[in-house]
């Protein structure tokens, strides 16, 4: 039987290392073995200091849940693939499964005199993905791989806005060097923006 999307095979693999990703970001939240527990006490004031990893954990997820869905719905403007698109999409998902190393780091030192490190990985990961994601888009147009007129303007609209990403990401990564807290809650507050944009988007006006 003959495949009717022929991106399915695609789509699989990608949510199969979205759904990696995920995983492994819980992976460093938890209470370090040599703290010691000898009463509620203590394990309140372990849970306490455990929590820039947790921030660090839900900031990634939603991070990476976004950019499952963007991911899912740029699929739904293809009718087919080519191995331009498909090297962009690996590069998209090379970004994704880097996640976790930079949410372990910011976890650990983001609280410390030492954390811009941690935050300019942060960020160059991000200007990674929206660079992937102006390459995707560029497959897609250079390939006619959109299904009509609709589909390619809307990936036009992707590809400038993957470009401006790329700027801002570059500027909050230099930012980190003497700034790092405040370019992470600037960060946090464009992707809560994104998680808002996304939850009002309409059928049919998607990302």
């Not at 460093?28 to 203590?42: L, M, Q």
């Not at 698109?85 to 590069?91: P, R």
């Not at 003497?178 to 998607?206: A, D, H, R, S, Y």
Request: glycine share 4%.
């Amino acid at each position: 039987m003959s495949e009717t999307n022929p991106n399915a095979r695609l789509e699989t693999f990608c949510d199969g290392v979205f759904a990696i990703a995920l995983t492994l970001l819980i992976i460093d939240v938890k209470i370090p073995e040599s703290t010691p527990i000898n009463n509620t006490a203590h394990l309140w004031l372990a849970i306490i200091n455990i929590v820039p990893s947790i921030f660090a954990f839900v900031l990634s997820f939603v991070i990476i849940l976004i950019t499952w869905v963007n991911h899912h719905n740029a699929f739904k403007l293809a009718s087919k693939t080519s191995p331009a698109f498909m090297y962009a999409n690996g590069l998209l998902l090379l970004s994704v499964v880097f996640i976790p190393f930079p949410t372990s780091l910011i976890g650990e030192y983001i609280l410390t005199d030492h954390a811009a490190p941690a935050v300019i990985i942060y960020n160059m990961v991000l200007i990674l993905q929206a660079f992937a994601w102006a390459l995707i888009c560029a497959a897609g147009l250079k390939g006619n791989l959109a299904k009509d007129e609709k589909s390619i303007q809307q990936v036009r609209k992707n590809k400038t806005y993957a470009y401006y990403s790329v700027g801002v990401y570059s500027v909050l990564a230099v930012l980190s060097i003497w700034f790092p807290l405040p370019v992470l809650i600037i960060t946090m507050l464009l992707w809560i923006l994104w998680l808002l944009i996304g939850i009002n988007i309409k059928p049919g006006e998607e990302l």
